[in-house]
């Protein structure tokens, strides 16, 4: 069935340097690659996205890379500090009978050092 | 500023029992969904709705059931609560579309079935 592979499934870094998380997808009809955010014992927030007819978009210290060849997105933050510390999922969209079907990655924890 | 509510933050129940999750937004959003948070498995999707009694299955559907009489509520039911179906419970809407858009979650319910 369709699945959505991440890693690392957490990731130390030190604040200042860069966090680069990845996720890998089967399903070749998907089109629409959302990335959220949880922090500790809060909902899922939105905080990038990208559609297949774009390769990369940035948004301040946080990116993301799109491959639909090899079916691999990326998610790149820099200069990272201590309240990018949280979960971090991608996903994958594609439409579905009247709406649109989205299959989540397991999950990154990120935790950054002061 | 999209609001998701959800019925209880917090809910004990017992084996057998039948249990009714709910699920209210205010944006006028027609896609709403029903996910289950576990540790190492992401978010998975149980079901969801593109439309006032429209329902489609998602991963993990088996034991639950939803409905959706009205626009703004989504409502999923444990029809005989078992120990597995301990989770976080995360309901979600999104506008209909057929690019993908931003889901908005709600606060989840943590149930615990003993």
């Known amino acids: 069935g369709e699945n959505v592979e991440q890693h690392p499934s957490t990731l130390s870094v030190q604040e200042g340097d860069s966090a680069v998380i990845k996720c890998t997808y089967s399903?070749?009809?998907?089109?629409?690659f959302p990335w959220y955010k949880q922090e500790l014992g809060k909902r899922p927030q939105l905080i990038i996205d990208i559609r297949s007819n774009v390769g990369e978009k940035k948004d301040q210290r946080i990116a993301v890379t799109l491959n639909k060849t090899a079916k691999h997105f990326s998610l790149h933050i820099t200069e990272t500090q201590p309240e990018d510390s949280a979960v971090y999922f991608c996903?994958?969209?594609?439409?579905?009978?009247?709406?649109?079907?989205?299959?989540f990655g397991a999950g990154t924890r990120l935790f950054v050092k002061a | 500023d999209v609001k998701v509510t959800q019925s209880s933050r917090y809910l004990v129940k017992r084996t057998g029992e039948k249990v009714f999750l709910e699920c209210v937004q205010d944006?006028?959003?027609?896609?709403m969904f029903w996910y289950r948070q576990d540790p190492g498995l992401g978010l998975r999707l149980i079901y969801f709705?593109?439309?006032?009694?429209?329902?489609e299955k998602g991963d993990i559907p088996e034991g639950y059931s939803v409905s959706r009489e009205k626009k703004e509520r989504f409502s999923l039911i444990l029809e005989s609560a078992s120990t597995n179906q301990t989770s976080m419970y995360l309901c979600?809407?999104?506008?209909?579309?057929?690019?993908?858009?931003?889901?908005?979650f709600g606060p989840g319910t943590r149930l615990t079935v003993l």
């Open positions: 944006m006028d959003h027609e896609n």
């Open positions: 709705s593109y439309d006032v009694k429209m329902k």
């Open positions: 979600a809407s999104s506008l209909i579309g057929a690019l993908g858009n931003e889901q908005f």
């Open positions: 399903d070749s009809a998907s089109n629409y």
């Open positions: 996903a994958a969209s594609r439409v579905n009978t009247g709406g649109f079907k989205t299959i």
